[in-house]
């Protein structure tokens, strides 16, 4: 039997952070599914279909996986409550990461409600590397979006694609 994993998120743009959880997540299942969405309460800088060429480019490497056999990634785009995703695709387990309190207590929250819709899929909090646990997508763009330099937060590729948009919207603020 396949253990199934979805690790969701917006992905607006893939930070190191979430590159970290992706890795251990990795360890944890036969098969990741990370689960692109767009939030509605957040303006994202890239489209559905660029955030999912993004991260499918920058996960293409990660193989590690339980007892060292590789471990299927897919990158797929989702617009339905997460717990339908999930049993849609098979997943026994939702991924989520995990930087500082305020995360733990909404996603306590969401995880709790997610049991009620379906208590065959656990949740499993990842916590970030200490190094990276600042990092936030929204952030990232804020830094950019003012002309500050993201390199410590994306890979070389995220960071040349944020640049590119900013550059081309025209809303890079001058200090």
């Given at each position: 039997?396949?253990?199934?994993?979805?690790?969701?998120?917006?992905?607006?743009?893939?930070?190191?952070?979430?590159?970290?959880?992706?890795?251990?997540?990795?360890?944890?299942?036969?098969?990741?599914?990370?689960?692109?969405?767009?939030?509605?309460?957040?303006?994202?800088?890239?489209?559905?279909?660029?955030?999912?060429?993004?991260?499918?480019?920058?996960?293409?490497?990660?193989?590690?996986g339980v007892d060292g056999a590789?471990?299927?990634?897919?990158?797929?785009?989702?617009?339905?409550?997460?717990?339908?995703?999930?049993?849609?695709?098979?997943?026994?387990?939702?991924?989520?990461?995990?930087?500082?309190?305020?995360?733990?207590?909404?996603?306590?929250?969401?995880?709790?409600?997610?049991?009620?819709?379906?208590?065959?899929?656990?949740?499993?909090?990842?916590?970030?590397?200490?190094?990276?646990?600042?990092?936030?997508?929204?952030?990232?763009?804020?830094?950019?979006?003012?002309?500050?330099?993201?390199?410590?937060?994306v890979t070389p590729s995220v960071?040349?694609?944020?640049?590119?948009?900013?550059?081309?919207?025209?809303?890079?603020?001058?200090?």
């Amino acid at each position: 039997m396949v253990r199934t994993g979805v690790y969701p998120g917006s992905f607006d743009p893939i930070t190191l952070g979430h590159m970290d959880i992706i890795r251990r997540a990795a360890h944890l299942v036969d098969r990741l599914v990370i689960g692109v969405t767009t939030n509605a309460s957040k303006s994202p800088m890239f489209t559905l279909d660029e955030r999912l060429a993004m991260v499918r480019s920058e996960v293409e490497g990660i193989v590690d996986g339980v007892d060292g056999a590789a471990t299927e990634i897919d990158v797929v785009a989702f617009d339905s409550l997460l717990m339908h995703f999930a049993e849609r695709e098979g997943a026994s387990i939702i991924i989520r990461g995990l930087r500082a309190v305020a995360d733990f207590e909404y996603e306590y929250q969401m995880a709790g409600m997610n049991q009620q819709l379906n208590d065959d899929i656990e949740t499993v909090f990842l916590m970030a590397d200490v190094a990276l646990q600042p990092i936030a997508s929204r952030l990232v763009k804020e830094i950019a979006l003012y002309g500050g330099d993201i390199s410590r937060f994306v890979t070389p590729s995220v960071a040349d694609q944020v640049r590119a948009r900013v550059e081309r919207n025209g809303r890079m603020v001058e200090g």
